[in-house]
């Protein structure tokens, strides 16, 4: 069954296709934000506006507790807990989450280094990875432990010494528990 527009007599797949076509023809146009007025296509584009505006989490991660404004984003975020990689690479087999996450991953193939240092002509083939660079020239360390005061330029490093400081108090607790027990017998 075909759906045709009143207005522009275009024929669309889905009786949805011709109402987002038929919202745009309207003389009240297309939906808008209140609060600035940009114009959406579809209402439940315009409620994720709003959502993005108040903050509103509309959608939450049963599995880590990480909360998002849209289903689309919520969405994507699940495959990381299910660990479904659909993009793969052709050349090594290696599989991604996200698209763009192949796409960057290719350049490793080509040797292909489009991003390169202003201060000192370094090239690197992922965007990311030039930023951290800069990191080196001007010695910004923008993540830090509470704990220590200890200052990192990468949010892995500062993961990876959280964790180091957790498992070697870890070990200091078994330590003393296991002293004060032999202690005791």
């Known amino acids: ?35 600035c007025e ?8 315009l ?12 959608y939450s ?3 880590c507790g990480k909360t ?5 984003n919520f969405v994507r975020h699940e495959k990381i807990h299910r660990n479904e990689r ?15 996450h192949l796409d960057a991953h290719h350049l490793i193939h080509t040797q292909e280094k489009p991003h390169v240092s202003v201060i000192c002509n370094k ?3 992922q965007k990311i990875n030039l930023t951290y660079h800069y990191r080196v020239h001007t010695q910004e360390r923008p993540y830090s432990y509470d704990v220590c005061g200890k200052e990192f330029s990468r949010k892995s490093v500062l993961i990876v010494h959280y964790r180091f400081i957790q498992s070697r108090d870890l070990m200091r607790v078994r330590c003393v528990v296991k002293h004060t027990h032999e202690k005791t017998t």
């Open 1 to 35: 069954m075909s759906h045709v527009s009143d207005v522009c007599k275009k024929t669309f797949r889905s009786a949805l296709n011709l109402k987002r076509q038929n919202t745009t023809e309207t003389s009240e146009g297309p939906p808008r934000s209140e609060i």
């Open 38 to 45: 940009k114009p959406f296509i579809q209402n439940c584009d």
């Open 47 to 58: 409620n994720v506006y709003y959502r993005s505006h108040t903050k509103e989490m509309a």
């Open 61 to 63: 991660c049963e599995v």
């Open 68 to 72: 998002f404004t849209s289903k689309s």
């Open 86 to 100: 659909n993009y793969v690479c052709e050349i090594c087999k290696k599989a991604f989450i996200r698209k763009h």
């Open 123 to 125: 090239a690197f083939s």
